[in-house]
């Protein structure tokens, strides 16, 4: 099959952007509590509720190499599609997913028992290929105080929050990929005979340990808290215990309920969230063991109202900062520095800080009909020059809902990547200048 050619590579106007704000859509996925969505069940709910979904996607690039340095014209990993990284062009079942919720004793007790498989890098990461992401009881016995423990999705980001078959688009924000769902490594990635490779699969924006949480109401507001503290490892089951001291997950949303319920519900939504723990990573030529601080925390707004919906966050991220591979390169990937042969590898920026925000927004039209626009930014390692990196994104997106089981998504990426205090004719700016356009399609089945 001969890959669809993406438009060339443009780095996004923001005037453009500005004037595409006015293609704004309304999805599901806005004006909604997933922390109570999530974590506890309906007075209406069954026992045993049955439920599952698969997605299955077409991701494109141009398939740009590497121009220069010790990889030179081999793949360049941001034009390689995730997470095996062995083609440019390719059709795979991204999420697949079956799970067990229910209502017991009254409503006393809720539970939530899910496993996921597919190419994704939750799934895909580590044996076995089918991951348990979701295995949690609430419990509802104080009043204004639940309590939700075992492995669940933490109150965070709203991006992070919302379920993957709820998003409204294929790939997340730069921000939210790579700065809040944390992907764990044992080295910062210095020695240059080691590809660094990943010690269990990502978060998924999951935690394991013990929530309180509630939501309350004001007249015409909502508000909602929850404090959870984790082991800080995400999916426990795979990758471990942690250090020992807690992961403290804190949030607040205040809502302005305009009418309806669950998934469609309408309102404009203020929240706050703020994380912080500790990783213990080695570092440097003589990788010595280090404890680290990480530290993430952002603020955001929704709003859904009619065909109309809306919404913004910025991130704050400091300690623990993803830093990509070596030249762009694949890990693992072979090279040559001078008479010296070096492997490329994942790498960590262990005391550094990233910053980064998102606008979206659509407008539905013909009923089962959306259009879509996001405009994200990362600015990731911002301590020095060298380190810095800029990703900045516009996606263009068209939703159709061909049955209340089936949606397909068409999702298209300009990219634009720099180094933004090194000169254009340095070799990271060389390399960041073959990042291309990405063209994505996904369809849902939910059943």
Known sequence: MQPIQPL?????????????????????????????????EPDTAPAIKPFGFIGIDYQSTAGSTIPAGPWKNQPLIMNEIGPQFEDSDAVQVSHLRLGLRGRLLDGKLNYWVSPLAGYNPISSQGTPNVKFTEVSLTFNLIPHARVRV????????????????????????????????????????????????????TSGWRDTGIQLFDSFKTGDWEHTYALMAGTGTGLAIYNGMGTGRPDWHLYWSSEWVFGGMGHTREGWKLTGWYQDGNREIRVGTAQREETFDRTRYGIGTTFRKGPWRAEAEWIGAEGMIYNGTDSMAIPGSIGKMGNKTVIASYNVLPDDEADGWYLDGGYSFLDKWEARIRYDRLNRGTASAEAERRFDTLTLGLTWRVHKQVRVMVDYQFRDVDAPRLASNDLPNQILEEVDDLLAARVWITF
């Open 8 to 40: 060339p590579h443009r780095r996004p106007d923001i005037r453009y952007l500005l004037f595409c704000g006015a293609l704004l859509m309304a999805p599901s996925a806005f004006g909604v509590n997933w922390v109570m969505l999530q974590g506890t």
């Open 150 to 201: 075992g492995q669940f999705m933490y109150a965070g980001s709203e991006e992070g929050l919302t379920p993957v078959v709820q998003r409204d688009y294929i790939n997340v924000s730069q921000v939210s990929q790579q700065i809040t769902n944390e992907t764990y490594f044992d080295s910062d990635g210095a020695p240059m005979n080691d590809a660094n490779d990943p010690t269990g699969p």
